[in-house]
């Protein structure tokens, strides 16, 4: 009769000694800047529905900047072209051959998109959508500008220097779609900005869904489209008018408001720290020396060569 053989861990049995931990979790105090400016909070459904109000109203937008691109890449090869039968026939004829002229002359078509405007004509919308970050941040900060009445006084009299280009009225962030976040972090503060100081005519800032930039980018025929705007006299803004009555319009308070005491809002941020504190000094101190001597070596085999 064999006997019976346990496989299982014995009760008494000690287990293996761990490994201390390197870092432990801590938790510090970060006190939130009060001159933080929020993105305004749009629920999914209404961001959904100006997303497909936009695809709408850029209908044909897109055809027509892919004709025009198309019809731009063939006006430079057809100059390309021409450039280079011409140096030929110098070529040519500083070398003793005789050209012969046939009646054909060189032609440079100086607007090659004529045919393609006749085509697809040049859709309205666009003289009122601006597109790009830098675009619109461009616009921004010229409307803020213009907020200060800037006066140049000649003989011929005073002569307002404000901008002359259409104000924005609305502004479309691609949120979620932008990485890293701080491409944008600007836009809510720009706006602010000009709200505070003209707060009977805002500029809303309206959140689109995730992966929407994409969606707007295929729209308009172009490669990127993270953030897109209307000036005031784009004739689809009424068609928002009742979607973005719910969105609030965000501002900087503090520009046009007297002194006021900010209640203190304390957030516990959760990081870690070495367990020892010493020993991690020392340990850093250590691969700075030992950086510094492999360093060194390097350029002092560099020499020797």
Same mark, same amino acid.
């Given at each position: ?128 959508? $601006? ?46 779609? $932008? ?57 689809? $803004? ?68």
């Amino acid at each position: 009769m064999s006997a019976r053989i346990h496989t299982h861990t014995s009760n008494r049995a000690k287990p293996p000694p761990r490994a201390p931990p390197e870092n432990k979790v801590v938790f510090k105090s970060v006190l939130e800047s009060p001159y933080r400016i929020h993105w305004p909070s749009v629920p999914l459904n209404l961001q959904n529905t100006i997303l497909a109000r936009l695809l709408s109203v850029l209908e044909g937008v897109s055809e027509y900047n892919s004709a025009r691109d198309k019809a731009h890449r063939d006006g430079k090869r057809v100059r390309r072209d021409s450039s280079a039968s011409r140096t030929k026939k110098k070529l040519k004829a500083h070398d003793g051959i005789a050209v012969q002229n046939d009646g054909i002359s060189d032609l440079v078509v100086d607007n090659p998109s004529a045919d393609t405007v006749a085509i697809h004509p040049k859709p309205p919308i666009l003289e009122h959508v $601006i597109v790009g970050i830098n675009e619109v941040t461009r616009r921004l900060e010229s409307q803020i500008r213009g907020l200060r009445t800037a006066v140049k006084v000649s003989s011929e009299g005073a002569h307002s220097l404000s901008d002359s280009r259409r104000e924005i009225k609305v502004v479309f962030v691609c949120r979620d779609d $932008i990485d890293p976040p701080l491409l944008i972090s600007h836009i809510p503060h720009l706006i602010g900005t000009y709200n505070s100081a003209r707060p009977s005519e805002p500029i809303k800032t309206v959140s689109l869904p995730k992966d929407s930039e994409g969606t707007l980018a295929n729209a308009m025929g172009l490669r990127k489209a993270a953030v897109l705007a209307f000036d005031v006299d784009c004739p689809a $803004i009424d068609e928002f008018q009742s979607l973005l009555q719910s969105i609030s319009a965000i501002a900087a308070p503090w520009l046009t408001t007297g002194e006021q005491l900010v209640p203190t809002h304390i957030k516990q941020l959760r990081t870690t720290a070495p367990v020892d504190m010493k020993a991690s000094k020392e340990q850093r101190i250590a691969g700075r020396k030992a950086a510094k001597q492999a360093k060194k070596g390097k350029s002092e085999a560099a020499v020797t060569i």
